[in-house]
């Protein structure tokens, strides 16, 4: 009994220790994300009330207006022969331009994707197919500089230069005023970013619904802040386009090597590469009114209305394996190599956000961690209960004013964390979904801490034995493939259909 009693007395300890650390990193999290809220309402409240007052807003007709010039496409596909052809035809009907080319880059030992692309290309005149002269998967920043060399051999060939050139991927469906607005804004600036959301998913789908959540917040806020903080837009990958400019400077300051094939996330380097050049980026949420047609449990069809920006969506993974080695890619891209290769470069607002992107390394097993000591401490206090003849031992670090109240400002911050995301997820998805934007953060928790440990032990690996760091492909799932019929035209937006096939 008394070994018994030391075991337990020196456990408590342990955990009574783990609880305040783990207290202390999360009261830390917590109040820079609300710095980061903060910020965003009072300049939202600004330019309410300063700048929209005084200034008209950008409207679909100044878009309609602006005469069309030439824009390329560029989509890498790896082993996405079961998506890139619905992708293009679904693109070449929704799309409200005339004036782009789709160029697809695809690998020399993916014949079933490149089987898809020839058949796409013989029914829409307006895609070309670069090949990688390598066996794939290599990396997509490596893929893309195939695809950039061959628009520019394009360029050349026809005499019309791109003005801009847009970056999607194969599962992406493209909004249809897109390239209207890239069009306008390509005049003075050199990144634009729009925003990216997941498709609508049920409200039993807990691991594809954390992407509505987080890309509804981040997207709608989180880089509202880092441009108006830093001037820095992150490229998300997807749903950008860069300048002719800005593609010719890149061209010229590697040699012809526009996106770093040393990067996992190839699009989060250049933006920083770009600022350092003095280009301008932008992230823009323009609103368009929708209306969005979808069919009820009872089979019958849905008509609303929506005010939603114009942004790309598409369907994120719903296995939990497949969701957690996706985040691991962007981690180690994100954290672990832009670490590497820039440091903590730039102004004070630029370390700030360096430091946001890379404090996951340590709050995603700190969530974790708070779980198990919540559990630990529950079940050391039901064990003294069963063994009354037991004395606890009293608590040296918890049972202290200052502990309580690291708690209630934590349990404070906390409701506050829950109200943003509840917010962010019901402008987007409605008041639902919202709801269930509470009880998925768990299920974020759990994706993010193991996302952690594989991108930790890729890197390490890779610093260990030299291992290259590869394409870690995402499987894809593609939403709907229209036809021209299925596409309406209304007098103030557009009829876009909703849902899997």
């Keep these: ?54 200034f008209p807003r950008l409207t679909a007709e100044a878009l309609d207006a602006k005469p069309e010039r030439p824009i390329a496409i560029m989509v890498p596909a790896w082993k996405e022969s079961e998506v890139i052809q619905a992708m293009l035809e679904t693109s070449n009907t929704l799309i409200r331009y005339s004036d782009y080319r789709f160029f697809v880059g695809v690998y020399q030992n993916d014949a079933e994707t490149i089987a898809e692309v020839k058949a796409a290309m013989a029914r829409f005149p307006n895609v070309s197919m670069s090949v990688v002269p390598r066996d794939g998967p290599t990396s997509k920043a490596d893929c ?7 628009i520019r051999a394009h360029e050349i060939k026809t005499g019309r230069p791109f003005v801009g050139v847009a970056l999607h991927d194969s599962e992406d469906v493209i909004h249809p ?57 992150p490229c998300a990958g997807v749903s950008a386009c860069f300048s002719h400019r800005a593609i010719g400077a890149l061209r010229v300051e590697r040699e012809g090597e526009v996106f770093s ?73 994100i954290a672990f190599q832009g670490w590497s290769q820039h440091g903590w470069e730039g102004n004070l607002g630029a370390k700030y956000f360096f430091l946001r992107d890379r404090k996951g390394l340590i709050t995603a097993p700190a969530a974790i961690l708070a779980y198990f000591v919540m559990f630990s401490l529950v079940a050391l206090q039901a064990l003294f ?90 499987t894809h799932s593609y939403p709907f493939q229209v036809s021209a019929a299925g596409v309406a035209a209304v007098t103030d937006g557009i009829t876009l259909p909703v849902g899997k096939s």
């Design 261 to 333: 094939t040393t990067s996992l996330t190839e699009d989060y380097d250049i933006a920083f590469r770009l600022a350092k050049m003095g280009m301008r980026e932008i992230f823009v949420r323009f609103p368009v009114s929708m209306v969005v047609e979808n069919v009820g449990a009872d089979g019958q069809p849905q008509i609303t209305r929506r005010n939603m920006p114009i942004a790309t969506r598409e369907f994120f993974p719903e296995d939990f394996r497949a969701a957690y080695r996706q985040r691991a890619r962007w981690l180690l891209g």
């Design 144 to 150: 893309l500089n195939i695809v950039l060399a061959d």
């Design 1 to 54: 009994m008394i070994d018994l009693l030391l075991t337990l007395a020196t456990y408590q300890r342990v955990i009574e220790l783990l609880a305040v650390v783990i207290t202390v990193v999360i009261l830390l999290s917590s109040l820079d994300d609300l710095l980061i809220d903060t910020w965003y309402w009072v300049r939202n409240f600004y330019r309410w009330f300063w700048i929209r007052a005084r």
């Design 385 to 474: 209960q069963f063994l009354p003849e037991v004395q606890r031992p009293p608590y040296v670090l918890l049972d202290t004013d200052l502990y309580w109240a690291l708690l209630v400002a934590n349990l404070v911050l906390l409701v506050n964390r829950l109200v943003q995301r509840t917010l962010f997820t019901t402008r987007i998805y409605g008041i639902w979904q919202g709801l269930m934007a509470g009880p998925r953060m768990i299920v974020s928790n759990l994706l993010n801490f193991f996302a952690t440990l594989r991108a930790a032990f890729i890197f390490a690996r890779h610093k260990a034995t030299g291992k290259p760091i590869v394409w870690d492909k995402t």
């Design 177 to 233: 005023y897109e390239l209207k607005l890239f069009n306008y804004l390509l005049d003075r600036m050199d990144l634009i970013q729009l925003p990216v959301y997941s498709f609508p998913r049920g409200i039993h789908e807990l691991v594809a619904g954390t992407y509505m959540d987080e890309f509804a917040e981040w997207h709608s806020k989180d880089l509202v802040v880092r441009e108006s903080m830093t001037g820095v837009v």
